[in-house]
C-alpha cells in the first residue's frame, strides 16, 4: 500500500520520484493481498494491474536512494543483509515517533483501512523531507 500512495501523494506534489516496493520476505511474483487492493480501492488509489512482488535484492537496494520500512524488524533485516546501504533505512514512521506501522497482513478490512491510513499520515510527513533531497 505503501508504494501506491506514496507515489500518488508525490505525482500530487509534483514530486518527480519512482517509488518501488520490494519485500524482506516476498513471495516474488505475487499479487499484492486482496485485502491491501481493496483498501488501496477504497481511498482512491490505484497499485496497478501489473504489480507484483519481488524480494529486495542487491541491485534494488544500490539503485535505492531511500528505503522506507514499517516495522523495526524489516530495518535490521536490510542492515543485516546489505550494511553498506544502512544509512538509506528508515521507519516510515520516524518523523512522527511512530515506531513502527503494523503489517495489517492476515487481517480483515478494517485493519488494512486503519494501516492505510497511518501511511498517508506518515507518508504526509516524509514528503517536505523527499522534495529537500531532490
Same mark, same amino acid.
Given at each position: 500500500?505503501?508504494?501506491?500512495?506514496?507515489?500518488?501523494?508525490?505525482?500530487?506534489?509534483?514530486?518527480?520520484?519512482?517509488?518501488?516496493?520490494?519485500?524482506?520476505? @516476498?513471495?516474488? +511474483? %505475487?499479487?499484492?493481498?486482496?485485502?491491501?487492493?481493496?483498501? !488501496?480501492?477504497?481511498?482512491?488509489?490505484? #497499485? &496497478?494491474?501489473?504489480?507484483?512482488?519481488?524480494?529486495?535484492?542487491?541491485?534494488?537496494?544500490?539503485?535505492?536512494?531511500?528505503?522506507?520500512?514499517?516495522?523495526?524488524?524489516?530495518?535490521?533485516?536490510?542492515?543485516?543483509?546489505?550494511? @553498506?546501504?544502512? +544509512? %538509506?533505512?528508515?521507519?516510515?514512521?520516524?518523523?512522527?515517533? !511512530?515506531?513502527?506501522?503494523?503489517?495489517? #497482513? &492476515?487481517?480483515?478490512?478494517?485493519?488494512?483501512?486503519?494501516?492505510?491510513?497511518?501511511?498517508?499520515?506518515?507518508?504526509?510527513?516524509?514528503?517536505?523531507?523527499?522534495?529537500?533531497?531532490?
Amino acid at each position: 500500500m505503501g508504494q501506491a500512495i506514496l507515489q500518488a501523494k508525490a505525482d500530487a506534489a509534483g514530486l518527480k520520484i519512482y517509488v518501488n516496493s520490494c519485500g524482506v520476505q @516476498a513471495l516474488t +511474483g %505475487k499479487r499484492p493481498d486482496k485485502q491491501a487492493l481493496g483498501a !488501496l480501492e477504497r481511498a482512491g488509489y490505484s #497499485i &496497478g494491474e501489473e504489480k507484483r512482488a519481488e524480494q529486495l535484492l542487491m541491485p534494488q537496494a544500490n539503485a535505492a536512494q531511500l528505503m522506507l520500512v514499517m516495522e523495526n524488524r524489516h530495518k535490521q533485516w536490510i542492515m543485516q543483509n546489505f550494511p @553498506a546501504y544502512s +544509512g %538509506k533505512v528508515w521507519l516510515m514512521g520516524h518523523w512522527n515517533g !511512530l515506531s513502527e506501522v503494523a503489517d495489517p #497482513i &492476515g487481517q480483515g478490512p478494517a485493519e488494512f483501512d486503519a494501516c492505510l491510513k497511518v501511511l498517508e499520515g506518515e507518508i504526509d510527513l516524509w514528503l517536505p523531507k523527499l522534495r529537500a533531497l531532490l
